[in-house]
């Protein structure tokens, strides 16, 4: 579980960093996604800042912040305003892979009854999210994408006794 605070505080970290040459309001939209700031977040929406405002230095969308960082809530918040739940960042990686990647099982869900395309591959080195589920060791997660139709990769752990 350690491992998913120390991932989840650097995305917060990357956020607040990596953004600063983005337009300060875009800036401020990011942060709030990472923080899961739903009131905030929606205030900008309505003053109208474009909600597919992404990261300048990584590509990552507002969807992509509140799903590395366990803002479910956020994550359907987004949805709602029409985010799309496959947008990839600069290295090919969805917000379901971020999800995956945090042990976030509940935005996990949340993606791919959204629509998230459960057997996308990100750049490099290629990984689904099953894939990433499995190279963290993460049977919980591969079991849940296994059961909303995630196709099993070849040489992965097939988890079908959990």
């Known amino acids: 579980m350690k491992t998913y605070v120390t991932f989840s505080a650097l995305i917060v970290s990357f956020a607040l960093s990596a953004c600063a040459a983005s337009p300060v309001n875009e800036r401020e939209l990011l942060v709030h996604a990472s923080m899961g700031n739903i009131e905030a977040a929606q205030e900008m929406l309505d003053s109208g800042i474009d909600p597919g405002v992404i990261d300048v230095e990584s590509g990552n969308g507002l969807l992509a912040y509140a799903a590395a960082n366990g803002h479910n809530e956020f ?8 985010l799309d739940v496959n947008h990839r960042n600069f290295n090919g990686i969805t917000p379901l892979m971020l999800a995956v990647s945090a042990g976030n099982h509940e935005g996990i869900e949340i993606l791919a009854r959204a629509g998230a395309d459960l057997d996308l591959r990100n750049y490099s080195p290629g990984f689904t999210a099953y ?15 296994q059961e909303l139709g995630a196709s099993v990769c070849p040489g992965c752990r097939v988890h079908s006794d959990l």
């Open 75 to 82: 994550i359907v918040f987004l949805i709602d305003n029409g």
């Open 131 to 145: 894939m990433l589920a499995d190279s963290n060791g993460d049977p919980v997660a591969m079991k849940l994408l």
